[in-house]
């Protein structure tokens, strides 16, 4: 790599200040740091710093999210070829998913590094790594069907108004990853919603009519609408092993709870993502499923709790939404009380509204916006409890 | 049985290159500083010229702000250089040694029977005041304050730090003697911390005139800041003093012996040292008499105090005014290629990130390599993960970048020194200058309310 190194250290001063592309500075900055761990050393403070990077956190994001991709490929794969009823190998199956998907991840990264890349160079800072993570997770939220262009359009919406009007990396209030989602699911529901869009190749000619590729989750709200018995929807449900292992219509990554668990796993033991926020979604969830059954005043409410987690992009966004630090509460105590917050949300707003099957998203963005209130209170109690040592003190020393 | 704080959280960075646990007394140096820049905000005003012969504890320059306050010189010689930097700021006052160490004397006698005036006066006059610091603001203390309570932290918990419980052999009886000083100073108490870890040298444990306090934990619980808020948390209007263990050993040969000797003893650690060793000394020598030989060939960074808090000097550089440890660790100038995506097994991490925790108790032999640029500040919370404090660090460190006064008061700033967020500072993957950002909104502080 001698010859690498050399090669960057004879072209570098053309873009130090004074360069003939001396504009391009942080374009250069970000790709010889993308090669090169750079050999600035410490000058102030500790000696020693941290081997860890914005490189490597984010990399270890997008790792963790490696499996819930690759069984998202294979399930694009599986669920076209059971519509279509023909016998194919594995590498068959993966292979037609691996072309669906993989162009989305290729114009989600493309479209949204371009526009942090001149933001980076119009700002004249360097180019964060945050966007690794959301280049990843805005195809793993979205339908197979959905077309690229709008793929395009909602990166470049979330990334400019979701973060960059901000003040860019860490200043953003809203995941721009599920503010990508809400713009499309907003702007063009006919591709984010119904039963038309999770299945690859259902809009096709020569396809059935009677074929269905509606989610476990639409299903389940037209039953409801429709004044069916829980029996009767039970009976339509998925067995739970298959809603667990992901065999089931729905975004691409968010389908299989064991994908989604082996990230959470990742994120958790390299101390990258907070549990405490991954936990008490969970038990919002968990707590809010239990008390509608407690209701039961309709047949969705008899859902068992446990049943809530496994549908939808429930688990998902735990794992990989709620957790994203910078939109989520940043006090650990809040972290207890927006994750608690999101889970119940989320299960409220798929059991009682009658308009969208899912209420994950909708929850998380709400409650990005409470966080920083939830920090407030928390920081807020701290402080009181230093003004009342303060009273409680005892006479004051002469002092000047 | 006392009580035992414990301290949850923070971390033991586990680095090649303890000291062993052998004395060596090292030869007379040739040189002795004294460094301005041990005392941040001093501005000195010299009482000395180049070719002046000083003894130890003649005094080379006071405080311009509080000319009380002296600065003398360690050893007894020739004031042979007074370097100076940038717009003639005063960098190291040089004296060269002579063959035999005569001091100057002050009054002496137990302290029980002096006034607190004459005690000030005699720590003053001596060049032993310094060693006292306050917080908040970890500066110099005011000799006209009264503080609410001493600290001592007997015990270090930093990277390679020496072993109190060894450096203070031989000196039991001064280190009493300089607790009996120091009770003086204050109505409350004066604090002797210790680890519960291990049995602590009786000199601490069974100290009189003291109370005796058991910490357990990880670093940073060894840092003074850390015990006083778990102890005697500083409130506005407070003042709280800490001395090191080897200064008390200092004011106790002071008031017994009526002379300035700032021998102490020293530990020489980093991977880059050939053999580890402690090694006594007088305060301010030139490392050079210690390190000599004894480091391996190749790039180097010489430190004044542990690879957190400590500051970079010369080879040749001088040992600083509170320091206990010299280390030297190699220079990271090597750019790694694709490092961020390696598998890392010989990369420390707080994180598990790296594969490097398949190894837990492997000593890691780190360099000054910042291991990443600089990034856009992101709420990770690995800073709540490593202070110990019932603090809020993200947004203390966000009020002090924006300068907001009240909300730093109301955060919690009095509470915290630059080496409290040390840690913060190491494991930050932003790689932000915390240390310096902290500094920066004590000197506001200090600034607001003078």
Known sequence: MKFLRKYIDSIKPQFKKGGKFEKLSATFDAFETFLFVPDKVTRSGAHIRDSLDMKRLMSVVVMAMLPCLLFGMYNVGYLHYNLTGEAKTFWQIFGFGFLKVFPIVVVSYVSGLAIEFIFAQVRGHEVNEGFLVTGMLIPLVVPVNIPLWMVAVATAFAVIIGKEVFGGTGMNVLNPALTARAFLFFAYPGNMTGDRVWVAGIQGSGMPDTATGATVLGNLLQSVADKETYSAIASKLPGDLDAFLGFVPGSIGETSKLAILIGAFILIYTGVGSWKIIVSTVMGGLVMGWLLNAFSANAYMELPAYRHLLYGGFAFGAVFMATDPVTASQTEKGKWIYGFLIGMLAILIRVVNPAYPEGMMLAILLMNVFAPLIDHYVVEANIKRRLRRLKRAPVKLNNQ | MPQVYKIRKGLNINLKGKA?????????????????????????????????????????FHDKSNPAIKFTSPVSGVVSTINRGERRIIREVVIKSAADQVYEQFPKGDPAGMDREAIVANLLSSGLWPAIRQRPYNIVANPVNTPKSIFISAFDT???????????????????????????????????????????????????????????????????????????????????????????????????????DASKVVALTGSEVIKARYYKLIGGACI???????????????????????????????????????????????????????????????????????????????????HGGHRAFVATGVYEKVLPMKIYPMQLFKAIMFEDIDLMEKLGIYEIAEEDVALCEFACPSKTELQALVRRGLDLMIKEMS
């Open chain 2, 158 to 260: 930093a990277p390679l730090a020496p072993d109190f419980d060894f450096l203070i052999k031989g000196s039991e009886q001064d280190f009493q003697a300089g607790i009996d000083v120091l009770c003086r100073l204050t109505p409350g108490k004066v604090h002797i911390n210790i680890s519960d870890e291990y049995p602590a040298s009786s000199a601490f444990s069974r100290a009189g005139n003291a109370q005796v306090n058991y910490f357990r934990g990880p670093h940073p619980a060894g840092n003074v800041g850390v015990q006083i808020h778990r102890i005697d948390p500083v409130n506005k209007g407070d003042f709280v003093w800490t001395v090191g263990p080897q200064e008390v050993i200092m004011m106790g040969r002071l008031f017994q012996k009526g002379i300035y």
């Open chain 2, 288 to 370: 050079k008499s210690i390190t000599g030989n004894n480091i391996t060939e190749g790039c180097q960074r010489y430190i004044s105090g542990n690879v957190l808090t400590g500051s970079q000097i010369e080879p040749v550089g001088y040992l600083g005014y509170y320091d206990a440890q010299v280390t030297v660790i190699p220079e990271g100038i090597e750019s790694e290629f694709l490092g961020w995506a390696m598998p890392g097994l010989d990369k420390y991490s707080l994180s598990r990130t790296f594969f490097s925790w398949l190894a837990p108790r492997r000593e890691y032999e780190v360099n000054t390599n910042m």
């Open chain 2, 20 to 60: 062993e646990k052998i004395f060596v007394k090292a030869e007379m140096a040739e040189h002795y500083a004294v460094k301005p820049s041990d005392f941040h905000l001093l501005v000195p005003k010299l009482e000395v010229k180049e070719g002046d012969s000083v003894k130890a504890g003649s005094v080379l």
